[in-house]
């Protein structure tokens, strides 16, 4: 099992950026691809990006491709995601999570591939 905990969020203007920070508990961080989902008010989890064991391959939704980047540090275990041109349908709850498997090449936008998940840091974006 893996323990996360999320920081950086906090209230940012439209068309700020914010970087997002999760930290990891060591043991099987380095071993599992990661994620980022949010949960905008009044809506369900979404997923945001993804990232796998090695950080050799990333995948987003489409709605923050070319604005938010997903990277990771296996020696801090932490995974970042870099917000960049944020919108105020940004305005979420940002959750980072692990996926169940060890050594995947594949990565899911399914939040149900993910065991572990930290309790999420909010960010909010003004007008």
């Known amino acids: 099992q893996v323990q996360l905990v999320e920081s950086g969020g906090g209230l940012v203007q439209a068309g700020g950026s914010r970087r997002l920070s999760c930290a990891a508990s060591r043991g099987a961080f380095a071993r599992r691809a990661m994620a980022w989902f949010r949960q905008r008010p009044g809506k369900e989890r979404e997923f945001v990006a993804a990232?796998?064991?090695?950080?050799?391959?990333?995948y987003y939704a489409d709605s923050v491709q070319g604005r938010f980047t997903i990277s990771r540090d296996n020696a801090e275990t932490t995974v970042y995601l870099q917000m960049n041109s944020l919108k105020p349908d940004d305005t979420a709850v940002y959750y980072c999570?692990?996926?169940?498997?060890?050594?995947?090449?594949?990565?899911?936008?399914?939040?149900?591939?993910?065991?572990?998940w930290g309790p999420g840091t909010q960010v909010t974006v003004s007008s």
């Open positions: 999570a692990a996926d169940t498997r060890s050594y995947s090449s594949d990565l899911y936008s399914d939040d149900a591939m993910y065991r572990d």
């Open positions: 990232i796998t064991w090695s950080g050799r391959r990333t």
